[in-house]
């Protein structure tokens, strides 16, 4: 399950390590602490960490830091916001958190004490999986009986929610659900599929989903940067697919089946998280959340 492919610059992926995506997202994240100004919004230094890229990893096109400046802080706001939400949920007692396209996610490394009072259930592709477990044991983070990563080989038509209860997992109770940075390299269909099988499960589970927006509907600041990542994505062989209108998403989701369902906007997430900061960082748009709850 690929995640945030093809921002500004593109590495390509490797025989033997993260997908570059996920590579991306993790030093985005790191950057974020090491030039933007306090307060941070979201502190992980752990997936460089993981990473461990060779010296000179910040010379690189897509860690430019006025080229990478809208993505990473759309990065940040993004992972706290999803983490503010699990600790909600967590707080009213759900204590099953799925993220689906794991990638380089360090929660369990960061919030071990939270983490513990969850299970957290990892999916991701079976081969950057395995890389990722042998650098959490090199570390000396290992993986704890709470911690379950779930390998599943969407190629060889693996259903995830089989391997997830394999894993674990139990149907009968709530739990939050993460989906970020997927739905644009997936059809319509197996989008509706995927709502469909977590509107199914436990009253109260909880999803959070971002999309990508038509280019119409980006800040006409972004756009430019915005066609930049969409011929990145055609050059690397991972299109951009599937683009949705709020409203298109939110019927989805009611026709999915949750009888909760609502947007959170780019918008949204700048207003909380980046107002009033020294130096007016702003996250770029064209990325925003649907909320359901079953």
Known sequence: MATDRNGPGDPGDFADGPESSAERVALWRALHVQLDAPPHV??????????????????????????????????????????????????????????????????AQREPETAARLTVFEVDQPAPQAWK?????????????????????????????????TAGFDRSRPAVFVSAGVTMYLTREATEATLRQIAALAPGTTLAMTFQ???????????????????????????FISFYAPHEMLALARTAGFPSAHHVSGSDLCHR??????????????????????
């Open 273 to 294: 998280y980046f107002t009033a900061r020294p130096d007016a960082l702003r996250p770029s748009t064209g990325e925003d959340f649907l909320i359901t709850t079953a």
């Open 133 to 165: 477990r042998r650098r959490l044991d090199e570390l000396g983070y290992g993986v704890p009986a709470w911690l379950r990563l779930v390998p599943v080989d969407f190629e060889a038509g693996d259903s995830w929610l089989d391997r997830l209860v």
């Open 42 to 107: 979201f502190v992980d230094e752990v997936g460089l960490r993981l990473v461990a890229p060779p010296e000179g990893w910040r010379d690189r096109p897509d860690m430019d830091p006025e080229a990478s400046r809208g993505f990473r802080a759309a990065i940040v706001s993004r992972a706290r916001f999803i983490e503010d939400l699990v600790a909600e949920r967590a707080g009213q007692g759900v204590d099953q958190y799925v993220i689906l396209g794991a990638g380089l996610d360090t929660f």
């Open 213 to 239: 927006l038509p280019t119409e509907l980006v800040d006409p600041v972004d756009r430019p940067i915005r066609e930049a990542t969409l011929k990145n994505a055609r050059a690397s062989r991972t299109p």
